[in-house]
């Protein structure tokens, strides 16, 4: 088994709910958006339009 290790940068434009995004989704990535944002009290909408930003800002 492999371990990976994860380093958040401070960055003001990714905030607590897209930390929270990002855990659970580490946690599990197969995951819905609608469940995610059942867990984080978001639309699954606006989680997918959450995780497609972190993904284009890199």
Request: no cysteine; net charge positive.
């Amino acid at each position: 088994m492999k371990t990976v290790n994860t380093i958040y940068f401070q960055d003001e434009s990714m905030d607590k709910k897209d930390r929270a995004i990002l855990d659970l989704l580490k946690s599990n990535s197969r995951l819905s958006w609608k469940e995610i944002g059942e867990k984080v009290f978001l639309s699954g909408q606006a989680v997918g339009l959450r995780v497609q930003n972190l993904v284009d800002r890199g």
